[in-house]
């Protein structure tokens, strides 16, 4: 898969795609809805997305907390996997915020990544001051010979799967109901860096990410997996939060025990799976206190996550 970050001058080989069109942050149930219309519309054409880096709530919001379910990198692999070929990943800045809807189309899509054929949801809104809809897009298409697939919101019990109802479930401390939404389980990626080394004498080392731009999940412990470099996956404890009963500092990260595992994986890049949240955030009264509480969230880890594994044989 190849990843263009700019939609000018562009080669042959980068154009005449079926384009979906959407922010695909967290590339769930709803998204591999869309890119199967797609698909389905136009089979003859290579598949592509066009998206944001950063995502526009980013640029326009920056003084809000951190939302992302996917960063860049995880995105790109989730489409890949879902048969994308190609991804305009377009720098959002000033400059394509202030591209009117009409410009957008003729400078973008058009002249830029010589769109054959687009999808969107039926709410897709773009264009400066989110001045064009899709009924706007479907004429403006149309003119310039461009087919355009609108598609409903895939819906379940609950009502339209999205990604704020997912990150709702994630604040809510349901990771598992999450997973169902996206389709896997929501992973926090990062680089394992060294910390005061207070797990290891509690007899639980952790391997200690910083949550970065993703969303902060309800804090808490949860059963967790992770994956490593090299690709093996690991059973875990994480504790997600501000850890009251150590640290008074502001800023939350994920601490991950992994299970039967002593090697040093500092600055390596992993990947940690949160599957199920076993109890909030809490101060304990001392450090023994605390060890007993995590001694026995990791025996409900384990016993979840062993469950967990006699569901997916079945």
Not at 68 to 90: F, H, K, M, N, W
Not at 96 to 101: D, F, K, V, Y
Not at 148 to 161: A, K, N, R, S
Not at 271 to 291: G, I, T
Request: glycine share 8%.
């Amino acid at each position: 898969m190849k990843i263009w970050r700019t939609w000018q001058d562009l080669p042959s080989d980068a154009r005449n795609h079926a384009v979906a069109l959407g922010n695909f942050d967290g590339v769930h149930r709803g998204h591999v809805h869309l890119l199967h219309q797609l698909h389905a519309a136009r089979p003859d054409l290579p598949l592509a997305v066009l998206s944001f880096e950063p995502h526009p709530r980013e640029f326009f919001r920056a003084e809000d907390p951190p939302f992302r379910l996917t960063l860049s990198d995880e995105r790109a692999a989730a489409l890949a996997a879902l048969g994308v070929v190609t991804i305009y990943e377009l720098p959002f800045d000033s400059e394509l915020a202030h591209l009117t809807a009409e410009v957008f189309i003729e400078q973008v899509l058009v002249s830029g990544i010589g769109a054959r054929h687009l999808a969107c949801g039926t709410d897709f809104a773009f264009g400066h001051r989110r001045g064009g809809n899709v009924r706007f897009l479907e004429s403006a298409a149309s003119a310039h010979g461009i087919g355009l697939t609108p598609v409903p919101l895939l819906t379940d019990e609950d009502g339209p799967i999205s990604s704020t109802r997912i990150r709702r479930l994630l604040l809510d401390g349901y990771p598992d109901r999450a997973a169902e939404e996206l389709g896997r389980p929501f992973t926090i990626h990062g680089t394992v860096a060294h910390g005061d080394k207070r797990g290891r004498t509690l007899n639980f080392p952790t391997a200690n990410v910083a949550l970065g731009r993703h969303l902060e999940p309800a804090r808490g412990v949860y059963a967790a997996r992770v994956r490593l470099r090299d690709g093996t996956v690991h059973e875990a404890v994480a504790n997600l939060g501000r850890r009251p009963t150590v640290n008074s500092g502001p800023e939350s990260r994920l601490e991950a025990h992994l299970f039967d595992f002593d090697a040093d994986i500092y600055d390596q890049e992993i990947a940690v799976e949160l599957h199920h949240y076993l109890r909030e955030e809490q101060r304990f009264p001392s450090l023994d206190a605390l060890k007993a509480q995590i001694t026995r969230d990791a025996a409900q880890a384990r016993e979840w996550l062993s469950v967990l594994a006699v569901q997916k044989r079945k």
